[in-house]
């Protein structure tokens, strides 16, 4: 996650020979002890730091700008259920490391990460409705997938197979359900019920999607222009807690729903299919451009399951405070399953 712009507020806080800042204490993150591993963490990488700036701090993860020697860089720690983005990071590191932030330093057994700052993401640019940028962020988002392919699944993620989906909805809506009114995890009866009736429909989408045999892969899970910088003219990506090994047209789930919402685009606008056809291509030795795009929608709709599995990780660690601020998460995505696909049929060759 690239933190937000805005500077903090001083704290007078220190741990060792670097200025600590931030806007407030965390629970989680804001104790000397873990500030003191952070600050060794960092210096043992970098040299002891100048400064450190908390510049992001929520339930499922914490970012500090870190400058030292007259550089930038970021520091990076998820919560217990997103706990493999070290991991992850260190692995694209080395599989496609022109496609990802250059890594400082990396300790995948206390998940902590320090990456190099390439300065402005592309929504800082004003890229959010160019869609010559989106259509080079899907097309640069499913060639780190191809590369990725053969060792993702070493890193720790939650594997989400198209096989599994209906048994995966299932399973939620009964466990979402059960939870006693009032709590905010809560899947309301009425929903549960129109999901119930839904399942058909997902096995047709699960059997669609994994009839293209595509290999499992890297699903960022959460592929949008603040997650994407341009510092030396190509596309590096970044913040990889919410990702999943699944198959890759879900990929792009959050980029054309992003689109769509900025745009206020319908689901056949061709400007979305524009930048659908940019990751398509990227597969298309290996099945049919016409029977990828066909079965699209359906993997989008499959994709939802890894926003559901992410939020649920999330959700697992939080205190009942932060449960009521974004406990009903999980249940608003699983819910987003009765919603139309981002895209919908395809146009005929031509149409784009």
């Known amino acids: 996650m690239r933190p937000p712009r805005g500077k903090p507020v001083a704290s007078g806080r220190s741990v060792g020979h670097a200025a600590l800042v931030s806007t407030w204490t965390s629970a989680t993150w804001g104790t000397e002890e873990f500030l003191a591993e952070l600050c060794s963490f960092v210096g043992g990488a970098i040299g002891v730091p100048d400064r450190m700036e908390r510049v992001a701090d929520h339930p499922w993860s914490a970012v500090w700008r870190v400058t030292a020697g007259g550089s930038t860089s970021y520091a990076k720690q998820n919560c217990p259920g997103q706990a493999h983005e070290a991991r992850v990071l260190q ?15 990396a300790d995948p057994e206390r998940d902590l990460l320090l990456t190099a700052d390439l300065g402005p993401t592309l929504r800082d640019g004003g890229g959010a409705t160019d869609i010559d940028a989106w259509c080079r962020i899907a097309a640069a988002g499913a060639a780190l997938q191809r590369r990725a392919a053969e060792s993702a699944g070493g890193w720790g993620l939650t594997v989400l197979l198209p096989a599994d989906a209906t048994t995966y909805v299932a399973n939620a809506v009964g466990r979402l359900a059960a939870l006693e009114p009032g709590d905010p995890r809560r899947l309301e009866p009425y929903a549960a019920t129109r999901l119930h009736a839904l399942l058909p429909t997902v096995e047709r989408w699960s059997d669609l999607v994994e009839d293209l045999d595509l290999p499992l892969t890297i699903v960022h899970n959460d592929l949008h222009p603040s997650n994407v ?31 769509r919402d900025e ?28 029977v990828l795009r066909a079965a699209l929608p ?38 987003t399953l009765l919603e139309p696909a981002p895209v919908g049929i395809a146009p005929r060759a031509g149409g784009t």
């Open 298 to 335: 359906a993997a989008l709709q499959l994709a939802r399951l890894a926003r559901v599995e992410s939020w649920r990780r999330c959700v697992a660690t939080m205190t009942s405070a932060e449960r009521a601020v974004w406990g009903s998460a999980p249940a608003a995505w699983l819910s």
């Open 229 to 259: 910088v341009a510092g030396d003219g190509s596309l590096r990506f970044f913040d990889f807690g919410d990702a999943v090994l699944g198959e890759p047209l879900g990929n792009l789930l959050i980029p054309l729903s992003t689109l």
């Open 263 to 290: 745009l206020g685009a319908r689901a056949d606008d061709a400007r979305l299919w524009r930048v659908a056809d940019a990751a398509i291509e990227v597969w298309s030795d290996l099945v049919p451009t016409p």
């Open 91 to 105: 692995g694209l590191a080395r599989v496609a490391p022109e496609y990802v932030v250059p890594v400082l330093a």
